[in-house]
């Protein structure tokens, strides 16, 4: 036998009824633009409290298709978070904007609101351009103060564009209010979006949508997810020739998800509260067992992301932070262990694409700390509880070796 198999950080749980729905679906009429596309949008607004749902073949298109609808092009700048995946700051390149970013916060590892605030105020001092468009990331499946983001929104007059891809099933709760609420109902933003890629918190293979309360953000989302073609006779230039006319009224793409995905996602999301249930329930042993582990002062405990009040996260990610000269071997170590621990994120300015447009990693030191701390462990549906205590107590030692 070789080396045995990795657990990964992440990973999808597929049941039966899970491939009953997309067999199903394979002996139907539609493999795509069928009822399920549909059906699987409505579902995931009544269940997360937004009016309109948009799904695409990934998060990625829904960024691209989010920033198209909120009319960002070339001149215009769009800020994100440099800890994320590097398609939270690509969607605005594709639309020939300029890029720029906002370090994060140290606690919650999002962007940071007073550092954006300030951001925010030395432009206006200084001429130079506010943003058109902000992309906050929930990071690990935490939200952003999203309230606070929010009130900026409006003073400086910018979009908000939540890149929710961590985040589906997460909560919050927002001053004023006792309920909480879905992230993604977009109370505090124009447009959210989701991943449902293998790792993300519920899957369709590869896919995503964007959710709107705006109906003019909706139409224009869809129209452009197929080509830019529209069949509204309400949308046409001009009187329809017949029920076969269609209009292609500006250039779009081809960016649908298929009958198979949305069959596969309507059944993945009935499991939804399921899944995040568990996965916070897997976090809480996770921090016990590391307290537990490290209760000895002479080791230190490394560091975790903190949680602010309002939030309830689908936790996507558990990280943890070690002293930077014991990174590489605490990432080695577990992964010859069989924990396939993993790195999120570079810095998306680290990047040799985006270093070439002028960033430099050192402008964001919080970011690049954490990147050099950072390690993201095994959490998932289906993890074992035994495979939690081995993974802490492989850390202990790797973090113990000089
Ligand atoms: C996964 C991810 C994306 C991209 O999602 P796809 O569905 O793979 O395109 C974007 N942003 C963040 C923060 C992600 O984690």
């Not at 590391?290 to 939030?311: I, K, M, R, V, Y």
């Given at each position: 036998m070789g080396t045995p198999s990795l657990i990964p950080y992440g990973r999808q749980s597929i049941s039966q009824e899970d491939v009953e729905s997309v067999v199903r679906t394979l002996e139907s009429d539609f493999l795509t633009q069928g009822p399920l596309v549909p059906a699987f949008e409505e579902a995931v607004c009544s269940k997360i409290g937004s009016k309109y749902g948009v799904a695409v073949n990934s998060a990625t298109s829904a960024l691209h298709l989010a920033c198209l609808a909120l009319g960002v092009g070339p001149g215009d700048v769009v800020w994100t978070s440099p800890n994320s995946f590097v398609a939270s700051a690509n969607c605005a390149r594709y639309c020939g904007a300029s890029v720029d970013f906002v370090d994060i916060d140290p606690e919650t590892l999002c962007l940071s609101i007073e550092k954006l605030e300030r951001k925010l105020e030395d432009c206006r001092k200084s001429g130079k351009s506010l943003p058109k468009v902000v992309i906050p990331v929930h990071f690990g499946g935490q939200s952003c103060d999203m309230h606070a983001l929010h009130r900026l929104g409006k003073l400086f007059k910018f979009s908000i564009l939540e890149d929710s891809s961590h985040a589906i099933g997460a909560k919050v709760v927002w001053p004023g209010e006792s309920s909480p609420r879905f992230v993604g109902d977009c109370h505090y933003s124009d447009i959210s979006v989701f991943s449902f890629h293998p790792v993300k918190i519920i899957t369709t293979g590869e896919g995503g949508m964007a959710t709107t309360n705006d109906p003019k953000l909706a139409s224009r989302m869809r129209r452009l997810r197929s080509h830019g073609v529209t069949r509204d006779r309400d949308e046409m230039i001009g009187e329809s020739e017949g029920d076969w006319y269609y209009q292609m009224l500006e250039l779009g793409l081809n960016y649908r998800l298929t009958e198979i995905q949305a069959a596969l996602g309507l059944s993945q999301l009935g499991r939804l509260d399921e899944f995040v249930r568990e996965r916070q329930?897997?976090?809480?042993?996770?921090?016990?067992?590391?307290?537990?582990?490290?209760?000895?002062?002479?080791?230190?405990?490394?560091?975790?992301?903190?949680?602010?009040?309002?939030?309830?996260?689908?936790?996507?990610?558990?990280?943890?932070?070690?002293?930077?000269e014991k990174k590489g071997q605490c990432f080695d170590g577990l992964r010859s262990a069989g924990f396939g621990v993993n790195v999120h994120y570079i810095p998306i300015p680290y990047q040799p694409y985006y270093r070439k447009l002028g960033f430099q990693p050192t402008h964001f030191p919080e970011a690049l700390r954490y990147y050099r701390e950072g390690l993201s462990l095994p959490l998932f549906p289906g993890l074992s509880r035994d495979h939690i205590e081995l993974c802490v107590s492989a850390l202990a030692k790797c973090l113990s070796d000089p």
């Open positions: 329930s897997l976090a809480r042993q996770y921090i016990e067992t590391l307290h537990t582990t490290f209760s000895n002062p002479d080791t230190p405990a490394p560091g975790l992301q903190t949680e602010p009040s309002f939030s309830m996260g689908a936790r996507h990610l558990f990280v943890v932070r070690v002293p930077p």
